[in-house]
């Protein structure tokens, strides 16, 4: 298991940019592959990145590919999202979580954070 917690979340006008950041605690976070899941009123968790345990595999919902970019510094415990031209249909909380299997799917993640929000005004 591993604490996770995240921030850099606010509020942004479209097309502009934030970048999140989730620290976590542990000596074992650089073996977890990391991703970032998101949930906006009334909906669903939805995939967004995820990324394997030395940054050599990434993964990205289509809805992001091209604007998002996930990454991870194992020496300061930290994964980071950097979103850019962001768009309303981008709000939502934002977690990070941490996995056994760098995957889409939520059910593989064992630990969570508690989440930052995305506020994106058009």
């Known amino acids: 298991q591993v604490q996770l917690v995240e921030s850099g979340g606010g509020l942004a006008q479209a097309g502009g940019s934030l970048r999140l950041s989730c620290a976590a605690s542990?000596?074992?976070?650089?073996?977890?592959?990391m991703g970032w899941f998101r949930q906006a009123p009334g909906k669903e968790r939805d995939f967004v990145a995820a990324?394997?345990?030395?940054?050599?595999?990434?993964y990205y919902a289509d809805s992001v590919k091209g604007r998002f970019t996930i990454s991870r510094d194992n020496a300061k415990n930290t994964v980071y999202l950097q979103m850019n031209s962001l768009k309303p249909e981008d709000t939502a909380v934002y977690s990070c979580?941490?996995?056994?299997?760098?995957?889409?799917?939520?059910?593989?993640?064992?630990?969570w954070g508690q989440g930052t929000q995305v506020t994106v005004s058009s």
């Open positions: 990324i394997s345990w030395n940054g050599g595999i990434r």
């Open positions: 979580a941490a996995s056994r299997t760098t995957s889409m799917n939520p059910n593989d993640y064992h630990s």
């Open positions: 542990g000596r074992t976070f650089s073996t977890f592959p």
